[in-house]
């Protein structure tokens, strides 16, 4: 079965950093392009950017870029997304998802999601 | 940048019927249309790809439609496992992308 396993619930304060996972199994990890996925409570899915894990190409949102950082581990099949320096408004669920295939750009198993809580 | 607008933002509907979601791009985006459905606390799911084609698994009663700028989702004969909130995508200018604002499928 081909399953994204995220890491869980953060809860931290402005200003710290914090680095979550989103780890693939069943299938060729570095085959597939790994997206990021913002919601905000309540609200829609925003694209954060894109990680091949293949060669660890990255391509953020221009509404991201800055101020997340895509990375990857082939050895263990996990990609994470990680911050620096969190602010208030990074409360969200974040989720990790496969991009089918070259030149097939749906997403496709997604991460269970991770909640991130930035609160002082 | 490539927007998505959806409509309507929610819906109430009854089970039984037929109910369409339109999604319209800012600009001609082929067929590189996707529909996800999102349940309450759950990640979204893949339901339709290249805008009428029906992801493995899902019920036939999901139905995708249209091209350039104008598609439809539809689900004809609503169970109550599809009250949920429903999502288009664009992959036209891949590998950038974007998301409709969603429209929540609501129980009349």
């Known amino acids: 079965e081909v399953q994204l396993v995220q890491s869980g619930a953060a809860v931290k304060k402005p200003g710290e950093s914090l680095r979550i996972s989103c780890q693939g199994s069943g299938y060729m990890f570095s085959s597939h392009w790994i997206i990021w996925v913002r919601q905000v409570p309540g609200k829609g899915l925003e694209w954060m950017g894109w990680?091949?894990?293949?060669?660890?190409?990255?391509l953020y949102s221009p509404s991201f870029e800055g101020h997340v950082t895509i990375s990857v581990d082939r050895s263990i099949a996990t990609a994470y997304l990680q911050w620096t320096t969190l602010k208030a408004s990074d409360t969200a669920i974040y989720y990790c998802?496969?991009?089918?295939?070259?030149?097939?750009?749906?997403?496709?198993?997604w991460g269970q999601g991770t909640l991130v809580t930035v609160s002082s | 940048d490539i927007q998505m607008t959806q409509s309507p933002s929610s819906l109430s509907a009854s089970v039984g019927d037929r109910v369409t979601i339109t999604c319209r791009a800012s600009?001609?985006?082929?067929?590189?249309l996707n529909w996800y459905q999102q349940k309450p606390g759950k990640a979204p799911e893949l339901l339709i790809f290249g805008a009428s084609a029906l992801q493995s698994g899902v019920p036939s009663r999901f139905s995708g439609s249209g091209s350039g700028t104008d598609f439809t989702l539809t689900i004809s004969g609503l169970q109550p496992e599809d009250f949920a909130t429903y999502y288009c995508?664009?992959?036209?200018?891949?590998?950038?992308?974007?998301f409709g604002q969603g429209t929540k499928l609501q129980i009349k």
């Open positions: 998802a496969r991009r089918q295939d070259l030149g097939e750009n749906w997403f496709d198993p």
């Open positions: 990680i091949d894990p293949g060669d660890s190409y990255t």
């Open positions: 995508q664009q992959s036209y200018n891949a590998p950038m992308s974007s």
């Open positions: 600009q001609s985006i082929s067929s590189y």
